[in-house]
C-alpha cells in the first residue's frame, strides 16, 4: 500500500498507531482521523451503502459526513460513527458499516457524567470568529465559556493554511486559548459538541474526554446569559449524476485532508465549482502535488483575480472550464472515480436539453463545492428566524429571540478578516449586556506570511486584507466580490436517477421529484416521504439541497418555501451520555427507612413503592413468597406481626384554623376530633375521586398530624398547600412535611398488646384505657414515642412512632421480645384486602369515588362543603351502574386471578364485541380464608352480590374462569376482632 | 429549559416547578349553586391560547410557593409575576 | 438499649486534598413559621440571637443557624440535642402569636462538603449557579441535587451544607462519591 501522505507535514510528526479496518492491518498518525489514516492509507472504498449496494467513500472532512459510516469493535463496540470524526487510537478495530449497526453485547465499563455551568457569554465555535469573540469578552472579566466539538482550536484554519497576526493559524488558535487559560473566569471545552440551544439561553453540550478520563464523555447544561454562534458554515454539494462514487469529495475536504493531516485524497482531481473558494482549494492541492486535471466551473465568467495564473508557481495542470458541469462519473474496477463527463452547460430548467459538447476527463478525485451553507442549526433551535440571502444563496440567521448573536461564516461573512472583525465585536458586546463592558482592543490582523506551516513556500497569500475573498462577505466588506457565486443545485438532465441528494438515505433528485409529482409542497412533508435528512447527519448536506430542489420543481423561491426544522441533537450522542450518572444502582433515588439494614439482614425481600424500598416478605430457608406469605398472616392473625410503616407520610398541620382546613379537605369531619383521638379520612380531587386516604391524629387544639399513603406523600402535602395558598390563605395554617422525622412500627395480632405492655411498661394499654383510634405519648423500649392504636388488618394492633435515629433501636426492641414476626407489605395487602380496605392507587385509579368504594359513611352530610362534594352529585357519579368494590371468590379456591384481569357475564365468550363489566385490582392467598379472594372494579357491583361472573383468563377459545361476587370484606365482617 | 423567575427565589429551572394551569380560576364560593353544566365548566374547562396567558406555577423544589405569571406560549417569555395571593383575585 | 443510629452512620467520610465530605449527624432541626412583619418573628429573632433572615436565599448566625426556606418559614439548626429546649423557647417567644413550630431534626442529616473543589464537585448535580459572586457564603438555597431534594447553605473557605432527607441520604452518599471521583 502506497502512502498518500505529503512529504515533511507536520501532521506526520505524530506517533505511530496500528488500526485494523475491515480486517486489514493499517498505520496511522496520532492526530488522524481514522478517515484521514484510511485516505493515507489508499483506503477509497470504505462501506457500501445499505439499500443500492453502491461503494461509498470519504466525502467530507468532519461531523457534516454522509458516507463514511463505520462500526467500532475494539476497544468497546460502538455503532454507526463517522470516520471523519473517530480520533484515530493505538488498536482501534472498525468495519465499514452498511445500514444498521451492532450495539454492545455487554455493559459499558466506562463512566458517563454530566455538569452545570453558568457563564456570561457562551461562544460556540473556536474558529476565526469564535475565538476573537472569546478572547474580547473574556478580556471583560466575564465568565466566559469557549466550547468547540475539535480537539484543538482554530476552526477552519488548519485547514486552510491561513495566518493570523502574522502566524499559522493554528498557531494563533493555541495562542488565544493560552491566554484564555491565563484567564480565571474563562472555560475552553474542546472535543464539545453543542447540541441543543433551548429557551432561556440553556444549551447542552457532549464532552468526549477520552478513555483515561475520569468520565468518558460528560454532558454540559449551559445557562448563558449571552450566546456567541461563530458555528462556521458547510461547503454544500451539488446532485448530479454519479455524485456518490467514491472519490467524489468536497473541494474544502480535500483542502482540509491535505493542510490539516497532510493527507492526499487523490492523484489528480477534477473541481466542479459555482463558486470562488474551490479555486483556493486546487490551489492548495496543486501545491500539494495532486494534479489539476480540470476546473469546471458552472459560471461563465471565470474569476480573474484566482485564475491560475495569479498564483506564481502553480499552474493547473488542465484547463479552466467556465461555463461547464459535470454530467457523469466513471467508475474504476473498485467502484469509485476514475473518470469525469463534463458538458457545456447553457439556460436553465430542469431537463438535460441544455447540455453540449460532453467530454470525458481522467481522474480519480472529483472535488464539489457548490457554494457554503452557514451553521444555523442553533441559531434555528434558539428560535431565531432564518432569512435567505440571494446573494450568497443561502440562509442566514434572522431575527433572533433570545440574547443570542451568529458570527462570522455562521451569519454569511466568508473573509478571515471578516470573521475576526465580526467576532471581536460581538464578544465585546456580549460581554458589555451581561454587564462586563469590554476593554478595547485591537482585532486580530491578517498579515500575509511568506511561510505558512504545513504548506510549500510558494504558496501565496490568501486573503490579503481589506480584500474580499472567493466569496462576498454579508455586511462587512464594501467591496464587490470578484465573481458572484452561482447558485447551483444539480445539473439537470433526463434521468435523475443517480443525482444523490441525501447520500446516506441514498434519495435521488428523481426521489424528489417524485414527491412533488405526488403533489407534496411542504419540505417536511417531502423529507418524511423520501427520509432525506433523516440519517444521522440530519441532513447537514442534503437539507438545504433537498429545499432547493423542491423549489426547483415546484417552481416557488426557495426563501420562500423555507428549510426543515433544525432539531437538537446537531450531532448524535449517546444514550450512555445522556443517562450520565443516573444508571444503575444511581438510576433513580432508592429511599430506604431507618429500620432498612435490619431488614436486609434478616433476607427481606424488596417491594419497590415509588422510590422507596419496602420489605415485601421474610422468605425463611425453603420458603416461596407464597408459603411466607400465608405463614406471615397466620402470625399476625392468631399472635402478633410486625411491619415497617415508616415510609406513610406524615404532615404536620399546625395552626387556629388547622380543624378548618382538614374539614375543608378531607370528605369527613376533623374538627370534631378530640385531642388524643385518632379518624380515618379520604381525600377526593374536586371532581369527586378518590385521591388518597389515612389518619389524622389530634395532638392539639391547634395541632393535627395527618398520614398519606407511602406513594402520595409529596403530592398530599402539594395538594394541601395549593388550597391553602392559592385558595384560602386566609387560614392561619402551616404545614409541614415529617415524614421522614419518625419512623413507624406497625404492631398487629391478638398478642400485640401484651408485647407492647411489656415494651412500654408505664402505658395503661387495656382496652378501656387505650381504646380504638386513639394516640398516647409513652415510652416504649425506653424510648420517647406516640402509640397510635388504630388497624390497617382488622386485628387488634399499634402503630409506635419514635423518631428515625430510635427506628432501629424500636424494632430490634419488638423483635427482641421473641413474640413478634415481622411481615412484609405483602401480607399486609392481604390482610387488609381480607376486611376490604382498599389501597389507594391499586383498587382506585383516579375514576374512583368514596361511595363506589361502597363508603358513603366516610363522607360527611353536616359539612356544607368540602372538595369533590359538589361533584357527588353530578349525573355522571351518580349513576347506579358505576363500577363498585365487590369480592370475587373463584369457583376453583386455589385460583388465584391475575391482577388486571378482565370481567364478563358470559361463558363462554360470545363475539366480539364482548363487554367487560370491569377488572380485578386485588388477588390473593388467604390463609385465614384457606382460599384465593380477589377485589374487583365491577359496574353495578354492589347489585350483583351472589351473581356468578367470569375472568377470561386462558389463550382464546378456553371458556373463562367463573367467580362469584361478593361484598368486600371476606374476614371478620363484625370487627370483632378489633379489641384483642 | 426554562428559566421561571420564581418572585422569591429569583430565576430558576422549570424542573424545580410544578405547573398548575390557568390562572384566576376561583373555586366557587358556593359550589352547591351551581348547575351541573357550570361545575362542569369549572371542573374541566381551561382555555389554550396561543399568546399571553397567565397561569399558576409551584416552586416545588424551592420555596413550595406558589405564583402566578404571564407567559406567552408561542415565546415562553415571561411577564408579570405575582405571589400567590393574587391567584385567585 | 441500642444507640441512635443516623441515616449515614457507617459510611465512610472522605478527606482528601481539595475535598471533604462527612455527615454532621443528629443536628437539632426545627422548621418555623412566622409572619415576617410580625412582633413575633421579632421577638422570635431576640430568642436565636439573630434576626430571621428576610432576604430570600440567605442564612444567619446566631445562637443556632437560621435559614430562609420561604417567606414565612425558616430552618433553624443547632446543635445536637437542643431541639426540645429551642422548641419551647421559641414557642414562648412567640408568646400567644400564631406560629408554627415543627421538630424535624431528624426528618433531614447534614453533609458538609468542603475543600477547594466542593463547587466543583455540586456542579456535577446542581442547576444553581454556585459561582462564589453568586452563591457566596452566607446563601442557602432548596433545590436538587442529583435526584434529590436538598436545602444547600454556603459556609466561609469553600465549605458547603447539604441537608438531605433521611431517606435519601444513602443514595446522595453514593452519588456524591461516584461524583468525586475525578477529584480523589
Given at each position: 500500500m502506497t502512502s498518500r501522505r505529503r512529504d515533511g507535514h507536520p501532521a506526520h510528526a505524530g506517533e505511530a498507531l496500528r488500526f485494523r479496518y475491515d480486517g486489514r492491518d493499517y498505520e496511522g498518525r496520532a492526530g488522524d482521523t481514522l478517515a484521514a489514516a484510511l485516505l493515507a492509507n489508499g483506503v477509497r472504498v470504505v462501506t457500501r451503502s445499505a439499500g443500492l449496494d453502491r461503494p461509498r467513500g470519504v466525502y467530507a472532512a468532519w461531523t457534516e459526513e454522509p458516507n463514511a459510516l463505520v462500526q467500532i469493535e475494539k476497544p468497546f463496540p460502538e455503532p454507526m460513527l463517522q470516520a471523519t470524526t473517530v480520533e484515530l487510537y493505538d488498536g482501534l478495530v472498525a468495519t465499514g458499516l452498511r445500514g444498521r449497526g451492532r450495539l454492545a453485547d455487554r455493559p459499558d465499563p466506562a463512566r458517563y457524567d454530566a455538569c452545570h455551568a453558568h457563564c456570561d457569554v457562551l461562544v460556540v465555535g473556536a474558529g476565526p470568529a469564535g475565538l476573537a469573540a472569546a478572547s474580547a469578552a473574556a478580556a471583560s472579566g466575564a465568565r466566559v465559556i469557549l466550547a468547540d466539538d475539535r480537539p484543538a482550536a482554530g476552526g477552519s484554519l488548519p485547514d486552510t493554511g491561513e495566518t493570523v497576526d502574522g502566524v499559522p493559524g493554528a498557531r494563533w488558535a493555541a495562542g488565544v486559548l493560552a491566554e484564555l487559560a491565563e484567564r480565571p473566569e474563562a472555560r475552553v471545552l474542546t472535543c464539545t459538541s453543542v447540541f441543543g440551544h433551548y429557551d432561556d439561553n440553556y444549551l447542552v453540550a457532549v464532552e468526549r474526554r477520552g478513555e483515561a478520563a475520569a468520565s468518558r464523555e460528560r454532558i454540559w447544561r449551559i445557562r448563558a446569559r449571552r450566546v456567541v454562534l461563530a458555528t462556521g458554515a458547510h461547503e454544500r454539494p451539488i446532485a448530479f449524476a454519479g455524485n456518490d462514487l467514491p472519490g467524489v469529495m468536497l473541494a474544502g475536504a480535500a483542502r482540509a485532508y491535505a493542510n490539516r493531516y497532510g493527507v492526499l485524497a487523490g492523484r489528480r482531481a477534477v473541481v466542479f465549482t459555482a463558486n470562488d473558494s474551490a479555486y483556493e482549494a486546487a490551489r492548495d492541492l496543486a501545491a500539494a502535488g495532486i494534479e489539476i486535471a480540470a476546473v469546471i466551473d458552472a459560471r461563465t465568467t471565470v474569476p480573474a483575480r484566482l485564475e491560475p495564473g495569479a498564483f506564481p508557481g502553480h499552474v493547473f495542470a488542465g484547463p479552466v472550464l467556465p461555463g461547464h458541469v459535470v454530467t457523469g462519473v466513471g467508475a474504476g474496477p473498485d467502484g469509485s472515480v476514475a473518470s469525469v463527463t463534463v458538458s457545456a452547460f447553457s439556460g436553465s430548467g430542469l431537463s438535460g436539453s441544455g447540455l453540449s459538447g460532453e467530454r470525458e476527463i481522467e481522474a480519480d478525485l472529483l472535488l464539489v463545492s457548490g457554494g457554503w451553507n452557514p451553521v444555523v442549526h442553533l441559531f434555528s433551535q434558539s428560535g431565531g428566524a432564518l432569512r435567505f440571502d440571494d446573494g450568497l444563496g443561502a440562509f442566514l440567521p434572522g431575527v433572533s429571540v433570545q440574547p443570542v448573536e451568529a458570527v462570522g461564516a455562521a451569519r454569511g461573512v466568508f473573509t478571515l478578516a471578516g470573521c475576526l472583525e465580526d467576532g471581536a465585536a460581538a464578544g465585546a458586546r456580549a460581554a458589555e449586556a451581561a454587564g462586563f463592558p469590554a476593554p478595547q482592543r485591537p482585532v486580530p490582523t491578517v498579515i500575509p506570511a511568506t511561510v505558512a506551516a504545513g504548506r510549500t513556500a510558494a504558496t501565496p497569500p490568501v486573503t490579503p486584507p481589506a480584500t474580499p475573498s472567493a466569496t462576498p462577505s454579508a455586511t462587512l466588506s464594501a467591496t464587490p466580490p470578484a465573481t458572484p457565486p452561482m447558485a447551483l443545485w444539480l445539473v439537470p438532465a433526463d434521468d435523475y436517477g443517480t443525482h444523490f441528494v441525501d447520500l446516506q438515505r441514498e434519495v435521488t433528485v428523481a426521489d424528489v421529484m417524485r414527491a412533488t409529482g405526488s403533489g407534496l409542497r411542504s419540505v417536511e412533508h417531502v423529507k418524511r416521504y423520501t427520509t432525506a435528512g433523516t440519517a444521522h447527519d440530519q441532513g447537514k448536506l442534503s437539507g438545504v439541497l433537498t429545499s432547493a430542489i423542491v423549489a426547483h420543481a415546484t417552481g416557488v423561491e426557495i426563501g420562500d418555501l423555507g428549510t426543515t426544522t433544525f432539531r437538537a441533537p446537531y450531532v448524535p450522542v449517546s444514550f450512555a451520555a445522556l443517562a450520565g450518572r443516573d444508571r444503575g444502582a444511581l438510576h433513580d433515588p432508592v429511599r430506604v427507612t431507618s429500620l432498612h439494614s435490619w431488614h436486609v439482614a434478616h433476607g427481606a425481600l424488596f417491594e419497590n413503592v415509588g422510590q422507596w424500598k419496602r420489605p415485601w416478605y421474610y422468605p425463611r430457608p425453603g420458603e416461596d413468597m407464597d408459603t411466607a406469605v400465608l405463614r406471615e398472616c397466620a402470625a399476625v392473625r392468631d399472635g402478633a406481626g410486625a411491619m415497617d410503616a415508616s415510609t406513610l407520610g406524615k404532615i404536620d398541620v399546625q395552626g387556629p384554623d388547622a380543624g378548618e382546613f382538614l374539614d375543608r379537605l378531607y370528605?369527613?369531619?376533623?374538627?370534631?376530633?378530640?385531642?388524643g383521638a385518632v379518624r380515618y379520612g379520604v381525600m377526593c380531587r374536586a371532581d369527586g375521586m378518590v385521591f388518597d386516604d389515612g389518619t389524622v391524629m389530634r395532638l392539639a387544639d391547634d395541632r393535627f398530624l395527618a398520614t398519606t399513603t407511602t406513594g402520595n406523600a409529596a403530592a398530599v402535602l402539594d395538594w394541601m398547600e395549593e388550597w391553602l395558598q392559592t385558595e384560602w390563605p386566609s387560614l392561619r395554617v402551616s404545614l409541614t412535611s415529617v415524614t421522614e422525622h419518625w419512623a413507624t412500627v406497625a404492631l398487629a395480632g391478638p398478642r400485640s398488646r401484651e408485647v407492647l405492655a411489656g415494651l412500654a411498661p408505664g402505658l395503661a394499654v387495656d382496652a378501656a384505657s387505650f381504646p380504638f383510634m386513639t394516640w398516647r405519648d409513652a415510652e416504649v423500649a425506653g424510648l420517647a414515642a406516640r402509640v397510635c392504636r388504630i388497624s390497617f388488618s382488622g386485628e387488634l394492633a399499634y402503630e409506635i412512632n419514635v423518631t428515625a435515629w430510635d427506628g432501629l433501636a424500636l424494632w430490634e426492641a419488638v423483635m427482641g421480645t421473641g413474640a413478634v414476626t415481622p411481615y412484609g407489605t405483602e401480607t399486609m395487602h392481604v390482610l387488609r384486602a381480607e376486611k376490604g380496605y382498599p389501597i389507594i392507587g391499586q383498587d382506585t385509579d383516579g375514576t374512583v369515588t368514596p361511595a363506589d368504594l361502597g363508603m358513603d359513611w366516610i363522607v360527611s352530610k353536616k359539612k356544607a362543603d368540602f372538595v369533590g362534594r359538589r361533584s357527588f352529585s353530578r349525573p355522571d357519579t351518580s349513576r347506579p351502574d358505576r363500577k363498585h368494590l365487590v369480592g370475587l371468590l373463584p369457583d376453583d379456591p386455589g385460583l388465584r386471578l391475575p391482577e388486571g384481569a378482565q370481567i364478563v357475564a358470559v361463558s363462554p365468550l360470545p363475539e366480539p364485541p364482548v363487554r367487560a363489566l370491569g377488572h380485578v385490582t386485588s388477588s390473593y392467598r388467604s390463609a385465614a380464608l384457606g382460599r384465593t379472594f380477589a377485589l374487583a372494579l365491577v359496574a353495578g357491583g354492589r347489585d350483583r352480590i351472589g351473581e356468578r361472573l367470569y375472568v377470561p383468563l386462558g389463550p382464546p377459545g378456553d371458556d373463562p374462569v367463573p367467580v362469584t361476587v361478593t361484598g368486600?370484606?371476606?374476614?371478620d365482617p363484625e370487627g370483632a376482632r378489633r379489641d384483642g | 429549559m426554562l428559566l421561571i423567575p420564581c418572585p422569591w427565589c429569583g430565576p430558576r429551572d422549570e424542573a424545580e416547578f410544578h405547573y398548575g394551569g390557568?390562572?384566576?380560576?376561583?373555586?366557587?364560593?358556593?359550589?352547591?349553586?351551581?348547575s351541573d353544566e357550570e361545575w362542569a365548566r369549572y371542573l374541566f374547562f381551561r382555555d389554550n391560547p396561543k399568546g399571553r396567558f397567565a397561569e399558576r406555577w409551584s416552586h416545588a423544589a424551592g420555596c413550595r410557593r406558589w405564583f402566578t405569571l404571564t407567559r406567552d406560549t408561542s415565546t415562553n417569555t415571561f411577564t408579570n409575576t405575582s405571589a400567590a395571593p393574587e391567584v385567585t383575585a | 438499649m441500642a444507640e441512635r443510629v443516623s441515616p449515614l452512620a457507617g459510611f465512610e467520610p472522605v478527606s482528601a486534598e481539595g475535598l471533604r465530605i462527612a455527615e454532621v449527624p443528629f443536628l437539632t432541626q426545627v422548621n418555623l413559621r412566622a409572619d415576617p412583619e410580625s412582633p413575633a418573628a421579632a421577638a422570635l429573632g431576640d430568642a436565636l440571637g439573630v434576626p430571621l433572615p428576610a432576604e430570600p436565599g440567605t442564612w444567619a448566625r446566631g445562637d443556632a443557624d437560621v435559614l430562609w426556606l420561604g417567606p414565612d418559614e425558616w430552618l433553624v439548626v443547632g446543635p445536637p440535642g437542643g431541639a426540645a429546649e429551642l422548641e419551647s423557647r421559641l414557642r414562648k417567644a412567640a408568646g400567644e402569636a400564631r406560629v408554627g413550630v415543627t421538630d424535624v431534626s431528624a426528618q433531614r442529616t447534614t453533609v458538609l462538603v468542603g475543600g477547594s473543589r466542593s463547587r466543583d464537585l455540586l456542579a456535577h448535580g446542581c442547576a444553581l449557579d454556585l459561582h462564589p459572586r453568586m452563591f457566596g457564603p452566607g446563601r442557602c438555597a432548596q433545590t436538587s441535587l442529583a435526584r434529590a431534594q436538598v436545602v444547600l447553605a454556603a459556609r466561609e473557605g469553600g465549605e458547603f451544607a447539604v441537608l438531605v432527607r433521611s431517606s435519601f441520604a444513602a443514595y446522595l452518599w453514593a452519588w456524591l462519591l461516584d461524583a468525586a471521583a475525578e477529584y480523589l
Open positions: 370528605t369527613n369531619m376533623m374538627s370534631t376530633l378530640k385531642v368486600p370484606v371476606l374476614y | 390557568q390562572a384566576h380560576v376561583a373555586y366557587p364560593d358556593d359550589p352547591a349553586a351551581l | -
